[in-house]
Structures are given as C-alpha cells and as structure tokens.
C-alpha cells in the first residue's frame, strides 16, 4: 500500500531516510523521476540511501504509476516520492490518492527563479501553473497536505493555497 | 572519463602537485560549508564562497566563465557537510572538462544535475550515519566517561575523528579523479548499506546500555507491613534491576513513535518526576 | 570577576558556535572542550563534565536533520554548564536552565537566518558586477556578526542574569529542587525513546536487550557495552556479506543462464 505520496525537491535525504521511514514504518520506497531513473549515477547515488531494511526504486513516472497500482504491493508499505508537482500531478491522475496522505514538503528552490514564484511557506514555492495544478490535485486527493517533518503538524494544503493571489 | 579507467589503479589515484594542491585546499575549505545558511539557498552561498578560489585557478584564462560559474553555482544547495566532498570533487572534475571544452560542447546543466541529483542522498547517508548514529555512539559512551568526572573522555575524540576526515578527504578525492564510478561499484557492493546496519547495532546495544545506567528512577518510598520493612526499590530491583528507567525509556519509545510532539513528552516526564517526589516515592 | 566569567563565557558560547560547524568536528568530539572552561572558570574539570554530562543526557536524541534546528542545544548547553559553574550548583540546575534556553536560542537562530536570507540578494548582486572583494566581505561580515551574536549573548546572560538566577536557585524551596533532580534523571529517557525510533528495527531487539542487560545486572561501562556492541556489529557485517556474496553469485548465474528480465523494477516486490 501507498503510505504517502510526496514532494521533495532532494528526492532522498535525511529527513526521508530517517524520519519518515521510521514513522511511517517504510519498507518500500518509488521515486518516480524520469531524469533520475535515466542518470546511472543519481540513480545509484539514490540507492545508496536507501535506509536499512527498505528497498528501493528509482524509475521514470510511468512506470511509478504501474508499480504503485501493482497488486503486489498490497503487502508492502511504500512512499511514493517525487520532486516536483507536476509529477506528483501526473501521478494522482494515474493513481487513485483516495485518502492516502499527499504531502508538499520541499519543493520550488532548487531550480527556477524564485522570484516569479508564489511563496507558500518557508520550504514551499509554486509557479503559477503549478499553483493551479497543485489546485487540481487538492480536488482528487482528500488528505492533501504540507508536513515536511512527522512531527511538524499537518497543514491542509488547501488553506496554504487559498493565500495565493 | 573513459581513459582515466584503464589506467592501472596506481596511476589511476596519482594527483599531479597542480592538482594536489588544489586537492588540499578545497578540502579546508570544504569545511566551512554548513555556516550562514539562508532559507532559500541553504548553503548554496557558502558552496560558492568555497568553491571560488578553485574555479578562478580553473578558469583563470576566462573571467567570463568564472563568473558564470559563480552563477551557475549560486543555486540552492543542502547536504550533510560531512558527505560533501564526495559531491564537490565531481563538481570540480566537470568544471575542469567544462574549461577544456571548446566553447559551447559541454553542457553546464549537467553540473548543476549531478550536484541537485547527489545532495539528497548523500545527506540520506550522511544524516543517517553521522547525526544519527555515530555522534549518538560518541556522546553515549562520552556521557559514560564525564558522569565520573573522567577526563579521557578529552582521548575519545582519536576514535570520533577518523571517520569523519577520512570521508572528507578520500570522498573529495576519489571523486574528483575516479568520477562517479565508485558510486556505482559501493551499490554494487552494498558495503554501505551492511556498514551501516552494522553500526546501528553498535548504536541500538549502547542505547540499552544506557537506559540501564544512566536513566534514574530513583525510589525512596518504604514502610512498615506488620514489622517487616518493605522497601519498594528492592521490590523492583527483585524483579529486575533497571526495570522502571526501561519501561519509562521504552514508553517514551512507543509515545514518540505514535507521532506524539517531543517537547509534550519531555513535560510529561519532567512532570511525573515532580509528582511521583511530592508524593514521596521517588526523591533525589 | 563577574565580568571575567561573562566574558570566558562569551568566548566559549562563540567558540561552541565556530567550532560546532567547522569541518563538523564539535559533533564528533563531545566534552573535549568543557574541562578548558573550566579550567578558565578556576573551577574543577571534574565538577564541569559531571554537570556537562547531565546536559548531555537531557539532550541526548536531539538531533539536527535536514537544516531544522529543533532546539540549540550548543547554546543551551553552554549557559546551563556556565551559569552552574559559576554559582557552584548542581547538575540538576544546569538541566533545568539549559532545556529552556536552547528553547529560546532558537529564535536567535532563525533571526541570524533570515539575515542571512535577504543577504542572498547581495550576494547575487555582488556576482551580477564581477566583484569577488565585495563578495567575500560579505562573507566575513555574515560569519563575524554570527560569531558576535552568540558572544554578545552569552557575555550579557551572564553579566546581566547571574544574580537573578542566583537569588531564584537559592530561593527554590528543598522538595522543589528533590523533585527537580529526579526529573532530570528521568528526562534522559526521552532521549532515548527518540534514538530508538530513529534506528528502530525489530531484528535489533536482541542487541538492544543485550545491552540493558549487561548495563542492569553486569553493571559495565558504557565504553564496555559499546565494545560488545562492535562485537555484534561485526558479526552481523559477516553474516550480511556472506548472504550478499551468495545473492550476488545466484544472479551471475540466473544472468548467465538465460535472458534478463530484469527491468527497472528489479526486485522491488520480492521479499
């Protein structure tokens, strides 16, 4: 089962490896990046941070909707994640959210010029496309949410959504 | 890069005085990367205040390629800085074929891939192994030492060193000589994954060791039954001695990991023990 | 005097700051530095690392990941252990002062980021006219007013809060401060509570228990118990490595033996 799908622009990293696969109790991890499934050595780098005890994946998006609907993976417990929501809109599409958690963590810093974005909170920033498909997403998925670390308090990400103009 | 492995492996890890020179430098520098963080770059700043000595040597014939470097590199960047040498040397090595490459046949945004692709990871590793792990080992068995007033524990900075100026060092010169390639072959390999389970065993064995002798829950509470002393810490310690700091350790552990807020179970602790003293069965 | 023990405070909260960060070598030295204070302090080493250790515990499990500062526990830990040095108190007390105030430092620390946030703009600015000189004293204005900062701080806690914090000590009645004590021997338990959820894994059941155990009724040090922790660690790597290299081996076979099917996918949702 999906436990979460979600956002982070550094795909992997500390706050994934060790927080949220202990609070989630991960033992499977997607990431869904078309540019990271084709890179050998971001793909591996990837693998290499694979927490202990979790096997991961690093394929393009297509193929992440496929083995996220996968029967198989009913018995595992498993983190969709990508790094930006275009992708992760794609994938709502492809992959019925129903109530699994959809968290916007880190995304809109790392590349693009941030100016032209709108600020959501201090990890967040969207471009004006995004905030409409990020409006979109918020209509299929319905616990759509910003919550960077597990003990950060959940924020519907309607509301940070209604901030922007 | 293809011509730097059929090499043998000898001539494959020999720097030229240029090159190590210029080794040693970024690895000083190398380790102001985690001061002045902003929000939006985190430390993309202080990447380029590093890094800038080494790309004007790099492009010392072309200022407009420094500056655009310089740029290029301003963008946001945030690892684990123990892990960053590993990204850095790469970043280097394609900076340098950057230099060599006639105008416009290599293209930057590979740069900027690679370190975006390689920041996550290693921070997965190095947040893991480092903050995680080994510090908690390190101030384990610190804290063993100073409870006694012992001053070796000043020695134990020989064993908590090493690993971290090694991977500073070896990560930032592998990587800038071999390229990417060990990357693949430590996956292969799975040392990484093995090494660190193995050392979240050391970790998990102190951890018990410690709630053991350095979790307090001391009792005072005794009475009289029938003329017969009944002391309640003898009781407990009957069964097992360091029960109660276990199974309040071992509370927390099940509170924490139901997603409770750490700073309300670090009052609910503070004040049980206030309670349980003004109650007389515990006392200092 | 008091100006003297501010300012030896001073210096260490800004050398803390420095040195926490540099090549990340205060997180893998803890408690080299606590004897030299207090030395400076012309109090006993030995005083200073029992009460070092006491913050230590109570911070133990806090950790930095991922540029999220939960609580300064560098801060702190510094006016915990300077102000009950210079008030000769107990470690309880340094507890109790040092949790509040890396609770409060970190407003501190998010004020210094946000300069440092609108700096970023300059910086650009700096890169946008070519100008390396400009560049670097920005640099090193950032890095002194950070260093100052926690200097200043520290420095006017101490010459400023000292007597405050002396007539409160004194005054905290004799069951309040029993009830404080034994709180701060429980509060370590928090800490290990939050360790054990970050390496939690149920096949380390064993090595956890193994550790109590020999902490419970053997009563070892630490350093022993770690020592046998490396034992396990070890035997564990060798048991690993042998199942890989026997994993590795099955697929060089099942490569050789006949077309791969492996895709992306690999082995993802074999067990």
Redesign the interface.
């Known amino acids: 089962m999906i436990e979460m799908m979600r956002v982070?622009?550094?795909?992997?990293?500390?706050q994934?490896?060790?927080l949220w696969t202990?609070?989630l109790g991960l033992n499977r991890i997607i990431v869904a990046n078309d540019?990271?499934a084709k890179?050998?050595?971001?793909k591996?780098?990837?693998?290499?941070?694979?927490?202990?005890g979790v096997k991961v994946a690093v394929v393009e998006v297509d193929k992440a909707i496929k083995m996220a609907n996968d029967p198989r993976g009913k018995n595992f417990k498993m983190l969709l994640l990508v790094n930006n929501v275009d992708d992760l809109y794609t994938i709502v599409k492809g992959v019925e959210p129903g109530s699994t958690k959809v968290d916007i963590a880190n995304v809109g810093?790392?590349?693009g010029d941030?100016e032209n974005k709108h600020k959501l909170t201090?990890t967040v920033y969207l471009s004006d496309d995004e905030v409409t498909k990020a409006n979109e997403i918020n209509d299929l998925a319905k616990n759509f949410v910003y919550q960077p670390l597990?003990?950060d308090e959940p924020k519907p990400f309607e509301s940070l959504l209604k901030g922007v103009h | 890069m293809n011509n730097k492995t059929t090499t043998t492996k000898d001539n494959k890890m020999q720097l030229s005085s240029e090159e190590m020179k210029m080794t040693k430098k970024l690895f000083w520098r190398n380790?102001?990367l985690?001061?002045?963080?902003?929000?939006?770059?985190?430390q993309?700043?202080a990447w380029?205040?590093i890094h800038?000595p080494v790309y004007k040597k790099i492009y010392k014939d072309d200022?407009d390629k420094f500056?655009e470097a310089?740029?290029r590199n301003?963008?946001?960047y945030?690892?684990?800085?123990?892990m960053n040498g590993i990204v850095s040397g790469l970043a280097v090595s394609m900076e340098q074929e950057n230099a060599k490459a006639p105008a416009d046949t290599f293209d930057t945004a590979g740069i900027?891939?690679?370190k975006?692709?390689?920041?996550?990871?290693?921070?997965?590793?190095?947040?893991?192994f480092?903050?995680?792990?080994?510090?908690?080992?390190?101030?384990?068995?610190?804290?063993?030492?100073?409870?006694?007033?012992?001053?070796a524990?000043?020695l134990?900075?020989l064993v908590?060193?090493p690993?971290?100026?090694l991977i500073?060092w070896y990560g930032q010169k592998y990587s800038y000589k071999l390229g990417?390639k060990y990357?693949?072959k430590?996956?292969q390999?799975?040392l990484?994954?093995?090494?660190?389970?193995?050392?979240?065993?050391?970790?998990?064995?102190?951890?018990?060791?410690?709630?053991?002798?350095?979790?307090?829950?001391?009792l005072v509470f005794k009475t009289k039954i029938n003329g017969t002393e009944f002391v309640l810490q003898k009781v407990f310690d009957q069964i097992?001695?360091?029960i109660l700091?276990?199974l309040?350790?071992?509370?927390?552990?099940?509170?924490?990991?139901k997603?409770k807020?750490?700073v309300l179970?670090?009052l609910g602790?503070?004040a049980?023990?206030?309670i349980?003293?003004?109650l007389g069965i515990?006392?200092? | 005097m008091l100006l003297y023990q501010a300012f030896i405070i001073g210096l260490y909260a800004a050398w803390g700051k420095w040195f926490g960060?540099?090549?990340?070598?205060g997180?893998?030295?803890?408690?080299?530095f606590?004897?030299v204070l207090a030395i400076l302090l012309g109090k006993s080493?030995?005083?200073a690392?029992?009460i070092?250790?006491?913050i230590?515990?109570a911070f133990?499990?806090v950790?930095?990941?991922?540029?999220v500062m939960?609580q300064d526990t560098g801060f702190g830990g510094t006016l915990g252990l300077g102000f009950a040095l210079i008030l000769n108190q107990k470690p309880?007390i340094a507890v109790a002062l040092a949790?509040p105030i890396s609770m409060l430092a970190v407003v501190v620390w998010n004020l210094l980021?946000?300069w440092?946030?609108t700096?970023?703009e300059v910086?650009?600015k700096y890169?946008?006219e070519?100008n390396?000189k400009k560049?670097?004293r920005l640099?090193w204005i950032?890095?002194a007013v950070?260093i100052l900062t926690y200097f200043l701080l520290a420095f006017l806690a101490v010459l400023l809060g000292t007597h405050g914090i002396k007539a409160f000590v004194t005054s905290i009645p004799k069951?309040?401060?029993?009830?404080?004590?034994?709180?701060?021997?429980?509060?370590?338990?928090?800490g290990?509570?939050?360790?054990?959820?970050?390496?939690?894994?149920i096949e380390?059941l064993p090595?956890?228990?193994?550790?109590?155990?020999?902490?419970?009724?053997l009563?070892?040090?630490?350093?022993a118990?770690?020592l046998?922790?490396?034992v396990?660690?070890?035997i564990?790597?060798f048991i690993?490595?042998h199942i890989?290299d026997v994993k590795k081996s099955n697929q060089a076979q099942a490569v050789t033996a006949g077309p791969s099917t492996d895709d992306d996918e690999g082995d993802f949702f074999n067990e």
């Open positions: 982070d622009d550094r795909l992997i990293h500390g994934v490896a060790l202990k609070q540019k990271a890179s050998e050595i971001q591996n780098a990837l693998l290499l941070a694979a927490p202990a810093r790392v590349s941030i201090e597990p003990t | 380790m102001w985690g001061y002045c963080m902003s929000y939006t770059r985190q993309g700043v380029d205040w800038a200022p500056w310089m740029k301003m963008e946001f945030n690892t684990t800085p123990n900027s891939g690679m975006i692709g390689l920041m996550g990871p290693m921070a997965g590793i190095g947040d893991t480092f903050a995680g792990v080994w510090s908690l080992i390190l101030t384990g068995i610190g804290i063993g030492f100073a409870k006694s007033g012992n001053l524990v000043m134990l900075s908590g060193l690993p971290n100026i500073r990417s990357i693949s430590a996956v390999d799975g990484m994954t093995m090494f660190t389970r193995a050392t979240s065993i050391v970790g998990v064995t102190v951890v018990g060791g410690m709630i053991a002798s350095l979790v307090k829950f001391p097992m001695p360091g700091p276990l309040l350790s071992v509370g927390c552990f099940v509170l924490l990991r997603g807020n750490p179970v670090l602790v503070v049980l023990g206030f349980l003293t003004f515990t006392g200092a | 960060i540099y090549g990340s070598f997180q893998v030295m803890p408690f080299f606590t004897p080493p030995v005083d690392l029992m070092d250790a006491a230590a515990l133990y499990g950790m930095q990941i991922g540029a939960p309880a949790v980021k946000f440092f946030t700096n970023v910086f650009d890169i946008d070519r390396m560049f670097n640099w950032q890095m950070y069951p309040f401060l029993s009830g404080l004590t034994v709180a701060a021997g429980m509060l370590p338990a928090v290990m509570g939050m360790l054990l959820k970050y390496v939690w894994n380390f090595f956890f228990i193994a550790g109590f155990l020999l902490g419970a009724y009563k070892l040090p630490i350093m118990i770690s046998f922790g490396v396990f660690g070890l564990m790597f690993d490595r890989n």
